[in-house]
């Protein structure tokens, strides 16, 4: 029973120039338990996913279709005060740049504390202080730093204590957008260890939203690729990816424990999310299109029970 | 349906427009006018509108719809070039001691303090005293006190500036600083600059209309403010002359109100645009 | 090969403003570290790297060569002449030979000026042009050479009407229609798409290839440093610890910083066996940095001597220099 389904879900957005198609027709689902990487580049619409799941799109942005089931309720349609509940208890976000999403005058217990007892409202203060700094503990800042400003900790400790205030509601589903991405190579790893290691102990349902395939590769069982607002391409993390954009990104990495060899990097650019192409939106920059490609979207077809493709490639191995 | 909501969006900046385009036209043609300002008229002394005279006559006979036309000119004036020098003061102080921040930084700071620090009004009315009611004095009295808010403004904007990497690139590729400053940072400055400089002429104006009122303003030159000092002094309320007092105070209301109109949209407009990448 | 650059205990200190009562009450004046004693030298046609996490030290190197920061100490020998030591009014024609490629494509360009005017300063300053006729020309030759084409299609364009691949090309465009010898190029890629990025790279080499440019590459991806330059040299808090060819300092480093940071470069295969050396903690900082060697408070194979003197930078092999006591 998946906890969470999104079904063709298509997102606008409002600009001087024009509408911009950012997402369209996404579907995808989420079972418990489970971590599912959301990659793409800048503009392929995964901010624009994430920031939906929690209803936090700007005004110029409208959903025109589509639902996101969180156990059978459509929190695309869920007013003010259920979304209240939602946000911060069942689904918690962490934010890329953590350095700006804490209130720099107030205390992180202070913080935390409040979010913690405006879901749990029955819980006293002493109770909501002791789960903070057992979460502080748990993510590897220590205890003792709970009292602290926000600018008295350093990048990757902000880090931690976002992801301390993701989990104090005992969140069932937390979103992490470009969680290492401002952060030094170093930390980056000792965040990504902490991400696996409370993934095993509290068995958290991740998403996890990054343009870096190898921290998708690294934490995820499930992988979903984005390109000019579409889904390209679902699959377990293991087997080999077939769509020609995932297999393109995948090599546009440099990778030490092969050659030397700079064959990497897509020509083109990204497509006009204002006039996007009629047929599939990386036709212009693939090597493997042809005149199908160019004319119609291709389908998503499943080439296993848990691997889809959304390439007319594989239009024939419907099996 | 672009157009409606374009519309919607600037309607405050739009009537403002509307508005001082209708006075600019006046004061570029007063010509309009029914008769000729300075034409006293003993026998028609504060008279109420009739057909003749659409606003009424004022203490000396004079017609009060053209003393508005030909003053709409005068208020215009002093309140667009007062801002002006203000505006050129605040913009080359500003940039100096943002730019110059380690030397020039804080002495012109202070300098900003004492002119922020003296009543603006008083000192303004000492001034056109002393300096004797021209014009031209007016007009450079207000612009020299005037500069402090837009020096405020282009100083901080240019501390932030000048830490962009651009003006890294402009060192490197061997920029002159005096190249810097005109090329790189002056036009930057420019449109922050523009929107507060026309709320700077509306205030500009009420300034003059106030040194007119209380009777320092050139006598030789009809402005709005002029008129509302003769009507005191004509004891145009006792008299209930309200027409009068009225037509100048609405235009000097509503000139005022454009400015801060059109200033107040065209702020909102750039800034947004500021924190763009 | 003949030596083109060399750094000689290179110093960039900062005074450190500490506002705190103890330093209203006396105590020695603190400053932040930056830079503190780097020397290496770059080979005419090399690419040399630096590499380090952010607050190494490794972009205030670069800025430093090209006096874009002021040196507290030390020399910088170009061609033969000590740049750092030179009046400015002397440098300025230096300038011109020493360029930069920056890392914001978005930042780095005036947005009130057209990209021919963005092409076209540093030729109008330096005078290599003598009308705007030459100037459009030159700069449409550099806009093509930067891989912009038509050329025609960009030069009248504002920097927002561009891409940001695009735009770092404008950037790299900017930088070489002054026919440069060496280029300091200050994380060039890490703010473009991965799949533009090759494409940027791809230029940089050729153009090192055809006019035989020196390039001083300073980024934080070891793994994209270990794809494209001749030599590496590992930052760590001021200082280099290392300094090799790229398949020693990824596949047999000596310096623990540097095996740990190799160990943990992020690789698109999921591959098991890896063993990951990640250190604990941040960074220290740069104001208060202990005697001794700077990386004891993290390194794991630290001996009691290393606290006491600071290990210099001594070579271990050909092409291998190490700043380890146990190396």
């Known amino acids: ?319 | 349906m672009h157009t409606g909501r374009w519309i919607k969006q600037n309607l405050s900046g739009l009537v403002g427009l509307l508005v001082l385009i209708l006075f600019v036209v006046l004061s570029f043609f007063p010509q309009m006018a029914p008769h000729d300002p300075h034409r006293m008229d003993k026998d028609k002394i504060l008279q109420a509108p009739s057909a003749e005279h659409l606003l009424g006559t004022d203490e000396v006979g004079r017609d009060i719809l053209s003393l508005v036309i030909y003053g709409a000119r005068i208020s215009l004036l002093v309140g667009f070039f007062a801002a002006a020098i203000s505006t050129l003061i605040g913009v080359t102080i500003g940039i100096f001691s943002g730019y110059y921040d380690r030397s020039w930084g804080q002495p012109l700071m202070r300098l900003t303090d004492v002119f922020l620090a003296v009543p603006q009004l008083p000192l303004m009315l000492v001034l056109a005293a002393v300096l004797g009611a021209d014009i031209l004095n007016v007009i450079v009295v207000i612009g020299c006190l005037l500069w402090t808010q837009i020096a405020r403004i282009v100083r901080s904007y240019t501390l932030t500036l000048k830490e962009r990497s651009f003006i890294e690139r402009c060192h490197a590729i061997g920029c002159s600083n005096a190249r810097i400053i005109w090329l790189h940072i002056f036009p930057n400055v420019l449109p922050l600059v523009f929107a507060n400089a026309i709320l700077l002429v509306a205030s500009a104006i009420y300034y003059e209309v106030t040194v007119s009122f209380l009777g320092l303003g050139d006598p030789t030159h009809i402005s709005w403010g002029m008129m509302l000092h003769y009507a005191f002094e004509s004891a145009a309320i006792l008299r209930q002359a309200y027409w009068y007092i009225l037509p100048p105070g609405i235009c000097i209301v509503l000139t005022v109100l454009s400015f801060t109109f059109i200033g107040r949209r065209l702020d909102e407009i750039v800034n947004p645009k500021l924190r763009r990448r | 090969m003949k030596p083109h650059l060399i750094v000689q205990n290179l110093k960039v200190w900062f005074p450190f403003t500490d506002r705190s009562a103890k330093r209203l009450f006396g105590g020695a004046k603190k400053y932040v570290r930056a830079v503190d004693g780097v020397s290496f030298t770059i080979q005419r046609g090399e690419i040399f790297c630096l590499v380090g996490e952010s607050g190494c030290g490794k972009s205030t190197t670069g800025n430093a060569i090209l006096r874009l920061v002021p040196a507290t100490e030390g020399s910088v020998d170009y061609n033969g002449v000590d740049i750092l030591a030179l009046q400015a009014h002397q440098f300025s024609s230096y300038r011109s030979k020493l360029q930069k490629i920056f890392q914001d494509p978005y930042g780095s360009l005036n947005p009130r000026q057209k990209i021919l005017d963005v092409v076209g300063e540093p030729l109008v300053i330096h005078k290599r042009v003598e009308n705007e006729e030459d100037k459009r020309e030159r700069v449409l030759n550099a806009l093509e050479a930067a891989g912009l084409t038509p050329p025609a299609l960009f030069i009248d364009k504002y920097p927002h009407q561009v891409s940001g691949g695009q735009r770092q090309r404008v950037v790299i465009a900017s930088a070489i229609a002054l026919n440069p010898e060496f280029i300091v190029a200050d994380e060039p890629v890490s703010m473009l798409d991965v799949s533009i990025r090759a494409g940027i790279i791809k230029l940089l080499l050729e153009m090192q290839r055809e006019a035989g440019l020196s390039y001083l590459f300073i980024t934080h991806d070891l793994s994209l440093a270990w794809m494209i330059c001749n030599r590496i040299a590992v930052m760590y808090l001021g200082q280099i610890v290392e300094i090799g060819l790229p398949d020693t300092i990824i596949h047999q480093p000596s310096h623990p910083y540097t095996r740990a940071l190799a160990s943990v470069i992020p690789v698109p295969d999921a591959s098991a066996g890896r063993r990951k050396i990640i250190l604990e903690g941040d960074i220290p900082s740069p104001v208060d940095i202990p005697e001794g060697c700077r990386f004891y408070s993290r390194c794991y194979e630290r001996i009691p001597e290393c606290q006491q003197t600071a290990p210099e930078l001594r070579k271990c092999a050909p092409d291998h220099w190490v700043a380890c006591i146990k190396a």
């Open chain 1, 1 to 319: 029973m998946p906890l969470l389904t999104i079904d063709n879900l298509s997102i606008h957005y409002r600009a001087r120039e024009g509408i911009v198609k950012a997402v369209q027709d996404v579907s995808l689902s989420l079972e418990p338990k489970q971590t599912l990487g959301l990659i793409g580049e800048s503009g392929c619409g995964k901010s624009t996913i994430a920031m939906t799941l929690l209803r936090l799109l700007p005004r110029n942005a409208a959903v025109q279709k589509g639902a996101v089931m969180l156990d059978n309720r459509d929190l695309l349609a869920m007013d003010a005060a259920e979304l209240r509940q939602v946000r911060g208890a069942r689904i918690a976000m962490v934010f890329q740049g953590a350095m700006n999403a804490f209130n720099p005058v107030r205390r992180l217990s202070s913080q935390i504390v409040e979010g913690i007892r405006l879901h749990r409202p029955g819980i006293d203060r002493a109770q909501a202080l002791k789960k903070t700094t057992d979460l502080f503990d748990l993510v590897g800042i220590g205890a003792g730093r709970v009292h602290d400003y926000p600018h008295q900790l350093s990048g990757g400790m902000k880090q931690r204590a976002m992801i301390a205030m993701a989990l104090s509601c005992d969140p069932e589903l937390v979103i992490a957008d470009e969680p290492v991405t401002a952060l030094d190579v170093m930390i980056q790893a000792q965040i990504m260890e902490l991400l696996k290691d409370l993934r095993r102990k509290m068995g958290l349902t991740l998403i996890l939203i990054t343009h870096d395939l190898s921290v998708v590769m690294e934490a995820c069982e499930r992988v979903a690729v984005m390109y000019g607002g579409r889904l390209m391409e679902t699959a377990d993390i293991g087997r080999p990816f077939k769509h020609p954009y995932t297999q393109k990104l995948f090599q546009a990495f440099p990778n030490i424990e092969k050659s030397r060899d700079i064959s990497w990097g897509i020509p083109g650019a990204p497509p006009d999310l204002i006039r996007p192409p009629q047929g599939c939106p990386f036709a212009p920059r693939c090597d493997a299109a042809f005149t199908q490609c160019r004319k119609k979207m291709p389908p998503m077809v499943a080439l296993a029970p848990n691997h889809q493709v959304c390439c007319h490639l594989y239009q024939e191995a419907r099996l």
